[in-house]
């Protein structure tokens, strides 16, 4: 059974940089075929798709976010990485991270994605 958990801060401050990781147990994310996703959803928002890093570690990203977002990955811990640089309150949003087997930039319904972890709630605040 595949799992994913997020974990990271409980707390990050304005100017700072979110880095929250994501744990894959049941699925190697050197897997043919799979990518492997960071999503948020802010309060009272839709989900956004905020980037993905694929099974070759090539990374793709949302252009509104790209100049802040980078995602890389660990194939010995089997883990990726979400940094999110120069954060304000407006970034406070719960975070998920989450495998599909095709990129779709964008998340329409989210049985694309067939696994997801459970979320981590992010403030951001001083």
């Known amino acids: 059974q595949v799992q994913l958990r997020e974990s990271g801060p409980g707390l990050v401050k304005p100017s700072q940089t979110l880095s929250l990781t994501c744990a894959v147990s049941?699925?190697?994310?050197?897997?043919?075929?799979?990518?492997w996703n960071w999503i948020r959803q802010l309060p009272g928002k839709g989900l956004e798709w905020m980037g993905a890093?694929?099974?070759?570690?090539?990374?793709y990203y949302n252009t509104s976010l790209r100049s802040r977002t980078s995602i890389s990955r660990d194939t010995s811990k089997n883990q990726f990485t979400l940094q999110l640089s120069s954060v304000t309150p407006g970034d406070t949003a719960t975070y998920y991270c989450?495998?599909?087997?095709?990129?779709?930039?964008?998340?329409?319904?989210?049985?694309?994605?067939?696994?997801w972890g459970q979320g981590i709630q992010v403030p951001v605040a001083s």
């Open positions: 049941g699925d190697s994310i050197s897997a043919s075929l799979t990518y």
């Open positions: 989450a495998k599909s087997r095709a990129l779709f930039f964008r998340v329409e319904a989210r049985s694309d994605y067939k696994y």
């Open positions: 890093i694929n099974f070759s570690s090539y990374d």
